[in-house]
């Protein structure tokens, strides 16, 4: 009789080349399982930052200014808001009526367009619990705008409103101890 166990292969040898396979296929599966997610994340971060408008946060494209621009100077009395409007820029020359010379202050208006913008910057001696406000006049009208911010001897005023005030050419800096329309004691005075 013939011995089979030399014919047929050991049973043994099948179950543990299978049990390799099967590891090799559940390797090859978590591989190619990582690809995908790592292609499906590159491409979602492509579609968000390169195809959509919004993914950079602006909407705005720069470009280069065409070769061959002649510069236009602009003087300093004129500004020019966003939609192209002309403003008309002044200083005040103040003078500081109650320290002697140690108030100084600079007070610039631009207006035009129906825009109307003050910037007062001044160095005044520190008030001590009082404040210090901006008032314009002009026609026998005085109006008060608002109290200046700042501490010890900086103070300033920034106000950007519609044009309501481009007819008054004088501006006062007052103390103020109580908070009324009426100005009290006058700290500086100027005209545009």
């Known amino acids: 009789m013939r011995d089979l166990s030399r014919v047929l292969p050991d049973p043994n040898f099948r179950t543990s080349t299978n049990k390799v396979f099967l590891r090799i296929s559940k390797a090859f599966l978590r591989i190619k399982l990582v690809v995908i997610i790592a292609v499906l994340i590159a491409l979602g971060y492509f579609a968000l930052n390169f195809v959509t408008s919004s993914g950079g946060g602006s909407s705005m494209i720069l470009r280069e200014a065409p070769r ?43 207006f035009g367009g129906g825009i109307y913008i003050l910037s007062v910057d001044a160095t005044l001696p520190d008030p001590k619990n009082v404040n210090y406000q901006v008032w314009l006049v002009g026609d026998g009208r005085v109006v008060p705008i608002d109290y200046m911010r700042g501490s010890k001897t900086s103070w300033s005023l920034s106000l950007r409103d519609t044009d309501r005030y481009s007819q008054y050419e004088g501006v006062w800096i007052t103390l103020e101890r109580g908070r009324d329309d009426r100005p009290e004691e006058h700290v500086m005075e100027g005209s545009f």
Do not use: C, F, I, N
């Open 68 to 110: 061959g621009l002649t510069p236009v100077a602009m003087g300093d009395s004129q500004v020019t808001t966003e939609g192209g409007v002309a403003l008309t820029t002044q200083t005040a020359l103040m003078r500081d009526v109650k320290h002697g010379g140690e108030a100084t202050a600079t007070v610039k208006r631009s």
